[in-house]
């Protein structure tokens, strides 16, 4: 570790170690002592254990996901982890829900010479070159997901490849500012087709909302107030989002798979907040 911050290295992905708490226990300790600051993550994630959070939190992030791809199950297993990693591990380590899979994935795979269909082993990847599989509903789902969570946004694939669509849901500003939340959304509410989490401030209100259609084939139709539940005033915060009407006190439309985040209204103060030209 040492020769690592000699090296001038800010960070630190340590694998094959969350199922060993006594040599997290150890790295962290070798981090702490050194006289620069060092970031530290913590992989995999398929066999996080809970009773190991004492351990978990003195890094600055933990995978709480297995290997995450451009696939449906692959978003399932996000929400799951949503579901059972509700807060940080600590104040200071937040849940990784993996990265996100844009653009050109599997370059050093040759279709011609690897069928996509084929599963190798997860230090081999998952199929062949190709172009994320995700939808665009899709893909705001996974961003969000990411989002409400406070999980690192780290990109995937070959930037040089990402559509302008991928570009925008990963610089959204809106996005951005939700994820900077020193928190994890909760679960606020699952009703047929909707599953929406909540991001509260210190006084344990809401005030980050993601509101997910967790079908495959049906749109869902709701009114905001039905879903929030609040008397504030709610407003469309991502301007990538698929919804026609930003007005939050219509119905709202969600096509399949896709994925809204609202923000609580501030009359009296948006200095925290990207403007419309930032936007």
């Known amino acids: 570790v040492r020769k690592f911050s000699d090296w001038g290295v800010d960070f630190l992905k340590i694998d094959d170690v969350t199922a060993y708490p006594d040599e997290i226990d150890a790295l962290m300790d070798a981090v702490t002592s050194l006289e620069r600051p060092m970031q530290v993550s913590l992989s995999p994630g398929g066999g996080v254990d809970q009773s190991y959070m004492s351990s978990y939190g003195r890094a600055d992030m933990v995978r709480v996901t297995p290997d995450i791809w451009d696939n449906a199950t692959s ?48 230090f081999a990847g998952h199929g062949s070159a190709r172009i994320s599989r995700l ?20 990109a995937g694939g070959d930037p040089a490849s990402y559509s302008d669509d991928e570009l925008a849901l990963l610089t959204d500003p809106w996005v951005i500012a939700c994820n900077q939340v020193s928190a994890s959304g909760h679960l606020r509410e699952h009703k047929p087709g909707l599953e929406s989490y909540a991001l509260r401030n210190d ?50 439309q969600l096509a399949p798979n896709d994925a809204a985040l609202m923000r609580l209204a501030d009359p009296t103060s948006t200095a925290s907040m990207p403007n419309e030209a930032a936007r």
């Open 75 to 122: 978003i399932e297993m996000s929400f799951a982890a949503m579901r059972r990693w509700p807060r940080k591990a600590s104040p200071k380590c937040h849940i990784d829900l993996d990265r996100i899979p844009f653009g050109a994935l599997m370059q050093m795979t040759p279709a011609d010479t690897h069928p996509a269909s084929t599963d190798d082993a997860a």
């Open 135 to 154: 939808t665009q509903a899709q893909k705001r789902t996974f961003v969000l997901q990411r989002a409400i969570s406070g999980s690192p946004l780290f």
């Open 203 to 252: 006084a344990g209100e809401p005030t980050w909302l993601a509101i997910f259609n967790r079908s495959a084939s049906s749109a869902a139709t709701f009114r905001p107030e039905d879903v929030l539940g609040e008397t504030q005033s709610w407003e469309l915060a991502c301007p990538c989002c698929s919804i026609t009407s930003p007005d939050v006190t219509d119905k709202i």
